[in-house]
């Protein structure tokens, strides 16, 4: 495939993903404008019930969407593996995980540590959502994944995880949602933690912006996308340079090393990700330029 049209795919990828994130990221600001950012946390249980529920599948939604566009898209060239649909016992799974996300937004709203303000173009603004989001990244990848991800794809507690794995090199965009309830816990919830205790030793204020979880799904999304050029940074260069979706997907496909979400080796290593990119092409028999 010439190296040129594959440029012009990574091209539509960001102003296609910016444009699905922002359309995510517009509801809660619809949601939440009326309540004011000083009285936020004021809001009923049933309005804030709704906004959650209201949310969480919105961005399931647009997920799903941005999916089938990139199954239009890329046309005959997504792998053979993923050319069918997802199965139905997936439909279940997205419904659990869904909700408790939401529940979990729910309760941590509730306790006034994710909260909203209104969008403005100033660095403060922006670094309030990008530096939780980046740091989280990190965590997540340090403190969790790397000594608890690789010792569930051991025979003893590869039970936790089995159920994810169903996905192999079918993954697509909404299989991040298959996931069993203990699995979801060991690799999602003590990062959010971890931040929350830094920032209360750094005398700072202690939660999150809405968007963070925002991105949070959307990066999550990606890593399972059909589209190897999938927007998970909302940074054009470090989607170029790591190439998240491509490590995670051989992941699946392998079932076995690739332990972190973040690939750090193409930090450091041109020849790994250039291994790695050409590895994609070979395990899931495709011919992207990347």
């Not at 990221?25 to 959650?52: H, I, K, M, P």
């Amino acid at each position: 495939m010439s190296p040129l049209k594959d440029r012009s795919l990574w091209a539509f990828t960001q102003v296609a993903d910016y444009a699905f994130a922002s359309s995510i990221a517009l509801l809660s600001y619809v949601l939440f404008y009326e309540s004011g950012e000083d009285t936020q946390f004021q809001l009923s249980n049933t309005r804030l019930s709704t906004y959650c529920a209201f949310q969480g599948a919105c961005a399931v939604l647009v997920l799903w969407l941005r999916e089938e566009i990139y199954f239009y898209v890329i046309g005959e060239r997504v792998p053979k593996a993923k050319q069918k649909p997802l199965p139905d016992k997936t439909y279940p799974y997205i419904f659990q995980t869904y909700s408790l996300s939401m529940f979990s937004f729910f309760l941590m709203y509730r306790s006034e540590i994710i909260f909203w303000s209104p969008a403005s173009f100033t660095l403060e603004f922006w670094s309030s959502i990008f530096a939780p989001f980046y740091l989280l990244l990190v965590l997540r990848d340090v403190f969790f994944l790397a000594p608890l991800h690789r010792l569930m794809h051991t025979k003893k507690y590869y039970h936790l995880h089995k159920l994810h794995h169903e996905a192999t090199s079918d993954a697509q965009s909404l299989h991040a949602f298959q996931i069993d309830v203990i699995d979801l816990m060991i690799e999602n919830v003590g990062a959010p933690f971890l931040l929350f205790g830094l920032q209360w030793a750094l005398d700072r204020r202690v939660g999150i912006h809405w968007l963070v979880g925002v991105l949070l799904t959307f990066h999550d999304g990606g890593l399972h996308s059909i589209n190897p050029f999938s927007v998970m940074y909302f940074n054009p260069f470090l989607e170029w340079l790591l190439e998240p979706n491509v490590t995670h997907q051989l992941h699946h496909a392998l079932n076995k090393g690739y332990y972190l979400f973040v690939p750090w080796g193409h930090l450091i290593s041109r020849k790994e990700r250039l291994t790695d990119c050409q590895k994609y092409n070979k395990v899931l028999k495709c011919d992207f330029s990347f």
